[in-house]
């Protein structure tokens, strides 16, 4: 209903979620979703636009430290969403199908998956940003249904890539997050950073 040719001055904040969507599942060869908003209160509905337009606008700029520090926001979000919302989407068929696109189901590893994104992000940190940057301009320009179609196919690019996470160390994994942030700054990668922390320290930053 919503789909790319579609376009609705002043949008209700449902309608933004669901252009978004569309967006999403219309780039994974799916058809339009019709049970996720409507599990979506208003007020929580305002609240997840107004999240993910500030989520992008600090992706859109933020350094590499930034842009990992991200998924800890997302997760603070996530916690905030009433039980009766996340009941109602408990089991959802149209994400379970979004999800396995992405070769995600109920018995893939999230602190496994949270490693191949912040691996990804660590070595692709340029592109990365660019991206982001990109989504950050579509959103802030209305166009949902573009934002959610592009963000879709950058996720299959992260989650498709062939960076091995699971075989990372936590150490590694900061040893790559400096490197990036160091390079981005002309700098030479340390060595002297990683080495003072122990590996409990290091799996908690992680």
Same mark, same amino acid.
């Given at each position: 209903?919503?789909?790319?040719?579609?376009?609705?001055?002043?949008?209700?904040?449902?309608?933004?979620?669901?252009?978004?969507?569309?967006?999403?599942?219309?780039?994974?060869?799916?058809?339009?979703?019709?049970?996720?908003?409507?599990?979506?209160?208003?007020?929580?509905?305002?609240?997840?636009?107004?999240?993910?337009?500030?989520?992008?606008?600090?992706?859109?700029?933020?350094?590499?430290?930034?842009?990992?520090?991200?998924?800890?926001?997302?997760?603070?979000?996530?916690?905030?969403?009433?039980?009766?919302?996340?009941?109602?989407?408990?089991?959802?068929?149209?994400?379970?199908?979004?999800?396995?696109?992405?070769?995600?189901?109920?018995?893939?590893?999230?602190?496994?998956?949270?490693?191949? @994104?912040?691996?990804?992000?660590?070595?692709?940190?340029?592109? @990365?940003?660019?991206?982001?940057?990109?989504?950050?301009?579509?959103?802030?320009?209305?166009?949902?249904?573009?934002?959610?179609?592009?963000?879709?196919?950058?996720?299959?690019?992260?989650?498709?890539?062939? @960076?091995?996470?699971?075989?990372?160390?936590?150490?590694?994994?900061?040893?790559?997050?400096?490197?990036?942030?160091?390079?981005?700054?002309?700098?030479?990668?340390?060595?002297?950073? @990683?080495?003072?922390?122990?590996?409990?320290?290091?799996?908690?930053?992680?």
């Amino acid at each position: 209903i919503l789909g790319s040719s579609v376009s609705i001055p002043n949008p209700t904040d449902k309608e933004i979620l669901q252009q978004g969507l569309n967006g999403l599942f219309e780039q994974n060869k799916l058809p339009d979703p019709t049970t996720i908003v409507p599990c979506i209160d208003d007020d929580t509905a305002h609240k997840l636009v107004v999240f993910i337009g500030e989520l992008l606008e600090k992706a859109g700029k933020g350094s590499i430290t930034d842009l990992i520090s991200l998924v800890d926001l997302i997760k603070k979000f996530g916690d905030q969403i009433p039980q009766s919302v996340k009941d109602c989407l408990d089991g959802n068929k149209e994400f379970e199908a979004l999800g396995l696109k992405y070769g995600i189901d109920n018995n893939t590893d999230s602190s496994a998956l949270e490693k191949k @994104v912040i691996a990804y992000v660590t070595l692709h940190y340029l592109t @990365v940003h660019g991206w982001l940057g990109d989504l950050n301009k579509e959103w802030k320009a209305g166009k949902y249904y573009q934002t959610g179609f592009d963000a879709a196919g950058y996720g299959h690019k992260i989650l498709g890539s062939s @960076v091995s996470i699971p075989n990372l160390t936590d150490k590694e994994i900061l040893q790559q997050a400096l490197n990036g942030l160091f390079e981005q700054n002309k700098l030479p990668d340390p060595t002297t950073i @990683v080495d003072c922390g122990d590996d409990a320290t290091s799996h908690l930053i992680v």
